[in-house]
């Protein structure tokens, strides 16, 4: 409760005092609720702002609401040049080279794609919905990774596979009938048929008497089947 006390004065003496109570229980719970309210909002724009990838918020319409700090990062543009910006405008004057957002309001589906921007970077944006209501999409959310890291270590991989499979085929070609030292027709016959085997699927019966050569055709034709 609140009170206001005011006296009553005749004759300069006072001669009764008026007391006036209010109940403020709902307004405290107004303003607390308020001040919660505050709290969380302040909370969340720090975590938008703090988050790693960049994040551009819009309306329906693609008036910019919202840029953090890693968008900033990213395109290496301020968020001073893209508040209250329409992002169609943005992208005919060449700050922003392409937008998702209009396709994310007609769809009324997330979209994804990948793009290289002003600076360079490999980027993939994903657009999502925000719908109210009546369920029509009411802001549009586009998170923004960069991914030019990622996609210099896939190629360095690819690199390494290249190469791990030109050495490969440089010792299948080590391993050739070249390499295997031999002087009669008849064994240069068994490696040309040990070669035509090789590209078949089947098992293979390897028969001799012991000195002849066996464990060498059989390396062969291994080798030849890869």
């Keep these: 409760l609140y009170a206001e006390r005011t006296p009553i004065i005749h004759e300069d003496t006072t001669i009764a005092i008026a007391s006036f109570f209010y109940n403020i229980t709902d307004t405290l719970t107004i303003s607390e609720n308020l001040n919660q309210a505050h709290k969380n909002e302040l909370f969340l724009n720090e975590i938008i702002d703090n988050s790693y990838d960049g994040i551009y918020i819009t309306d329906r319409e693609g008036k910019t609401i919202l840029v953090n700090k890693a968008y900033e990062r990213i395109s290496g543009i301020s968020r001073a040049q893209l508040i209250g910006e329409k992002i169609q405008n943005l992208v005919s004057a060449g700050l922003i080279s392409t937008s998702i957002t209009k396709d994310v309001v007609s769809s009324k589906k997330t979209v994804t794609r990948t793009q290289t921007n002003a600076n360079d970077k490999n980027i ?23 991914i030019t890291e990622l996609i210099s270590l896939s190629n360095k991989l690819q690199a390494e596979i290249n190469r791990a499979d030109m050495y490969q085929n440089q010792l299948l070609k080590e391993s050739s009938d070249e390499n295997i030292v031999y002087g009669s027709r008849e064994f240069e016959n068994v490696l040309s048929i040990s070669k035509k085997i090789s590209k078949m699927d089947s098992t ?6 012991t000195g002849v050569g066996k464990e060498i055709i059989a390396q062969y034709i291994h080798k030849q089947s890869n």
């Design 124 to 146: 993939l944006i994903t657009g999502t919905p925000i719908f109210d209501t009546l369920g029509n999409v009411r802001h549009v959310i586009t998170n923004v990774r960069d």
């Design 204 to 209: 293979v019966l390897i028969l001799g008497e």
